[in-house]
């Protein structure tokens, strides 16, 4: 039977070095050049924290509780229901952690954009960009914590009169989509600004290119899509598929995810060191 197990260590931990290690480098950056800590670089650390507890759970997940192996491969001290219950609460944990890695991520590059385009007409346009992220960030979150009432009926089918009115698919589409959409839009603010500096053409395309890093993110969402998650609907009367052995390409992906996110922000920095804008 298949074993995702390598690859999900793999993902998570060197992903997990990469970002790391940029973070480090960017706070002992800003220490170094005297220039004081903002609110970017701690949104920064927030959302750290936040991949951090992912990864963290996506383990506990693998190793004791049979991620990335069928169901039947699983803890032989458990039974397969126990198993089954397992897996959703650590889907249910997952998704609340991914949640705060990525909102902060947005919000830490807003912010980044905030402090260097201080006198910049796409600053209306940045706080546009963090209310729709702040409202992105709650909504998510509330539908997740509240996909059922009471929330325990997300993992204990024992409970018969909960109430599970969120569709799965509609649901995870709706905010991958306006995730997408956020990302592209994020990307984009820096491109006009950057276009308007003095700078000899070469040059030019080599910044445009540095905010571009992040376009690799355009691939990672696609692995949240409809299909991928309605197999996290855990309300179905019967289990059509094992999610133990399906679910780890999606923590795989969003590791990947939100490591590119950070390292994007921290390759951003180093682009605040070297150009002044007015």
């Known amino acids: 039977m298949p074993d995702y ?16 290690f940029a973070l480090v480098l960017r706070l002992y950056a800003r220490r170094m050049t ?11 650390v927030v959302a750290f924290l936040g991949s951090l507890s992912y990864n963290i ?3 506990i997940w693998s190793v004791n509780f049979g991620l990335g192996r069928p169901i039947a ?5 458990m039974s397969e229901a126990v198993r089954i219950k397992k897996a959703r609460i650590m889907v249910f944990c997952t998704s609340v ?7 902060f991520a ?18 209306l346009a940045i706080r546009v960009l963090l209310v729709l992220t702040v409202s992105w960030f709650l909504l998510r979150l509330f539908l997740v914590t509240l996909r059922c009432v009471p929330i325990q009926a997300l993992w204990d089918d024992s409970i018969k009169d909960a109430k599970c009115k969120i569709d799965a698919a509609t649901f995870f589409f709706s905010t991958i989509l306006t995730h997408v959409i956020l990302e592209v839009a994020i990307l984009a603010l820096p491109v006009i600004e950057v276009a308007r500096l003095q700078l000899p053409i070469g040059q030019k395309v080599a910044v445009i290119s540095l905010f571009m890093f992040g376009a690799l993110l355009a691939s990672a969402p696609s692995a949240n899509t409809p ?10 009367a019967q289990q059509k598929q094992d999610n133990t052995l399906t679910d780890p390409i999606q923590p795989r992906h969003q590791a990947v995810e939100y490591r590119k996110n950070q390292i994007k922000r921290e390759w951003r920095v180093r682009f605040d060191t070297r150009v002044s804008l007015c």
Do not use: C, E, N
Not at 12 to 20: D, F, K, N, W
């Open 57 to 59: 759970v996506t383990l």
């Open 73 to 77: 491969d699983g803890p032989k001290d």
């Open 34 to 44: 005297k220039a004081g800590y903002s609110h970017d670089d701690f949104l920064a």
């Open 97 to 103: 952690t991914y949640t705060f890695a990525i909102a």
């Open 106 to 123: 947005k919000l830490a590059i807003l912010m980044f954009y905030w402090r260097i385009f201080k006198f910049s007409a796409i600053r």
């Open 227 to 236: 299909q991928g998650d309605t197999r996290l609907d855990f309300h179905l």
């Open 5 to 20: 197990t390598p690859d999900i260590y793999v993902a998570v931990s060197v992903t997990l070095s990469a970002a790391a």
